[in-house]
């Protein structure tokens, strides 16, 4: 069984930082990408950034230029920098892993930005 566990959510004033963390409990085959998603209430989850294996990265056009993904592959660990933070970033993000035998998601961390 794989477990994905979350850190860094918080609450924070607009245009503050956080930094997300999401360790892997272990690796099942190969990691072909790791990634960071948001869901806010009543709606859809949706990208917020992935890496893949071969270090391709997309971001969903809303964080471009203010997030950004990186990971440690020895700490099977993916980061989210998230800074310039918005009220509408406001959400419950969620890390994913997507490995040969399985996609696996996180718990998800809360991160509230508000004055």
């Known amino acids: 069984q794989v477990q994905l566990v979350e850190s860094g959510g918080g609450l924070v004033q607009p245009g503050g930082s956080l930094r997300l963390s999401c360790v892997a409990s272990?690796?099942?085959?190969?990691?072909?990408?790791m990634g960071w998603y948001l869901q806010a209430p009543g709606k859809q989850r949706e990208l917020v950034a992935d890496?893949?294996?071969?270090?391709?990265?997309k971001y969903g056009d809303s964080v471009k230029g203010r997030f950004t993904i990186s990971r440690d592959n020895a700490k099977n660990t993916v980061y989210l920098q998230m800074n310039s933070l918005k009220p509408q970033d406001t959400a419950v993000y969620y890390c994913?892993?997507?490995?040969?035998?399985?996609?696996?998601w996180g718990q998800g961390t809360q991160v509230t930005v508000s004055s």
């Open positions: 890496i893949t294996s071969g270090g391709r990265i």
């Open positions: 994913n892993f997507k490995m040969t035998w399985g996609n696996y």
């Open positions: 272990r690796i099942i085959g190969s990691i072909y990408a």
